[in-house]
């Protein structure tokens, strides 16, 4: 089982649509969990933590399922701007900070 | 503030030479993070500081690679006698320990 997976996509939705993705990882132990955002040829930034209790950031939502291993990001009322590869992101295995990323799920939004 | 910096932007290197990259952490974030990104490939962990202590070389992929952090700021990554497979873009991050890490732009190397 790969450590981090994700669909690859890509997702494509108009705008105004509502789209989430899904992430699954392998290691039991990890205690910090991240949705990345990568635009093409660029490098990843952070968009948000993802908190056991779930948490919301504006048109963003996550939420984490610790007995399935499971992590998810709804993005509601999509924009254009939203295009991008969204990578899902657990610590370890080695050790806490080090990170371990999936291969991120594509989403096109189009007019 | 500044952010994360790597050089070169792009390098193209012949197969069975020698590169170094070249990463500029953030001012005073004391983590620093070698992640490599091949075509269509996730990130993959190579190596990790953490002030002073000894670095956690877990995830770089054979003897021919290698990275020295300097003073505690700038670290170089170097690859010897690259080969072809190591082609791909090399991500720099850093943070405070345990918090965001943010990235620099990634040096771009392919190797003919």
């Known amino acids: 089982r790969k450590e981090v997976e994700q669909d690859p996509g890509p997702f494509n939705v108009p705008e105004g649509a509502t789209v989430a993705f899904n992430c699954t990882y392998s290691?039991?132990?990890?205690?910090?969990f991240f949705w990345y955002r990568q635009d093409c040829r660029k490098e990843p930034k952070l968009l948000m933590s993802?908190?056991?209790s779930g948490n919301e950031d504006g048109r963003f939502t996550a939420q984490l399922n610790r007995a399935s291993q499971y992590i998810s990001l709804l993005i509601r009322d999509s924009k254009l701007s939203d295009s991008a590869t969204y990578l899902c992101?657990?610590?370890?295995?080695?050790?806490?900070?080090?990170?371990?990323f999936g291969k991120g799920t594509m989403l096109l939004v189009s007019p | 503030g500044a952010g994360v910096s790597q050089s070169p932007s792009n390098k193209v290197t012949e197969k069975g030479k020698d590169v170094e990259l070249r990463c500029d952490p953030i001012?005073?974030?004391?983590?620093l993070y070698w992640y490599r990104q091949s075509l269509g490939q996730g990130l993959e962990f190579l190596i990790y500081?953490?002030?002073?202590?000894?670095?956690?070389k877990s995830g770089l992929p054979s003897d021919r690679f290698s990275a020295e952090r300097t003073g505690g700021s700038v670290s170089t990554l170097t690859i010897q006698r690259t080969q072809q497979e190591d082609s791909a873009v090399y991500l720099c991050?850093?943070?405070?320990?345990?918090?965001?890490?943010?990235f620099g732009p990634g040096t771009r190397l392919t190797v003919l």
């Open positions: 991050a850093s943070s405070h320990i345990t918090d965001t890490q943010y």
């Open positions: 290691n039991s132990a990890s205690q910090s």
């Open positions: 993802v908190y056991s």
């Open positions: 992101v657990v610590n370890g295995p080695t050790g806490y900070s080090t990170l371990t």
């Open positions: 001012s005073g974030h004391t983590a």
């Open positions: 500081f953490q002030g002073n202590s000894a670095p956690d």
